[in-house]
């Protein structure tokens, strides 16, 4: 049987005989991760027959066949390496700012075609130019169409990744299809409402979390913030100190996520967030900060963006909700033998969509 997606395991399927529980990978899994579901997949081993009269959705079968012959015209969307976001599937844009990007139209018939060139059913807020063109091209040419793609300068579909798509007709050579997948770099997205976490002016706030046999010190900084300094030995290098909301900066579930600055003065390592709820269970979320920059950085984590943590409490109803937050954990997984000293200013609630 194959588990995903958020909730709890059904009453019906925690009866069967469930022999073993593998990941993804294969790899024995603790049961208790039953409890609190999310999108990385699951497989229960059970008993042959076991799972016959479970309430089970019925598997997954591929699409039939199309009865249109194969287009003689490809379309392809051209762009740089570095815009590579593999964790999201998708090409890396700032919100808001334009971005030119090369379309490829080829035609590989054995005849001259002409055709039109469109996007189809454009995401709100978003604008292309130009939106449609005509292209004519000999056997095995390529004719290429700049176009200026103009995101919106918020929402929470641009952080999750958005599919833009486009379709070129070409008559008798066929009809084209291409689609790209576009994420937005957390730290340009201008939130629609912002609400500062006042707890975290405070020092007394603050607990320093951090593995046994190493050190750390916090103390307020002007204007706004807080500062952090550690020092690790042979252990595994993490420190996660936390700041303890007060009742008034819980956040309401209209808020999407949590806009700080942070400034690293000396130390390197993984940068990442940590939202633990009332009943225990936590979530964690990169920060995608350098830690090498030594400059303040803008830094957005979206609640969307946050997994549930291996060593975290079961979560009975399976998702972060913003309202259950009440410690919220700035911290890094660092190098052994190290120092690490960084700065925390501005600390917000953010909401994304209007």
Known sequence: ????????????????????VHDCLGRDTDRGRLAALNDEPLFLILPEGAAANAPLEPALTGSPPRPDRPAEVVLQAEFPLATRNLSRQAHQIVAGQPVTVPIYTYNFGPRNCTGEVAFANLPAGWKVTPATWSATLAPMERHRQDVILSPPTSGRDILRGIPLTCRGDFGPAGTAHLQFRLVADPTGIVPTEQRPIRSALRADAWT???????????????????????????????SYPYVTLDPEDIPSGRMHGLAFTIQVHEGSGVLRVQFAEEAGAGYIVDMHADAALRTPQKVLVAFDNANWGAWSKPDPDGQLRPEDIRRVLVGINSHRGTTVSYSVHDLAWVRLDP
């Open 208 to 238: 320093d979390n951090i593995v046994e046999g190493a050190t750390l010190t916090h103390q307020r900084e002007e204007p706004r913030g807080m500062r952090f300094t550690m020092t690790f030995g042979d252990a595994d290098p993490w």
């Open 1 to 20: 049987v194959l588990l995903w997606g958020p909730g709890n395991l059904p009453p019906a399927l925690g009866d069967l005989p469930i022999l073993a």
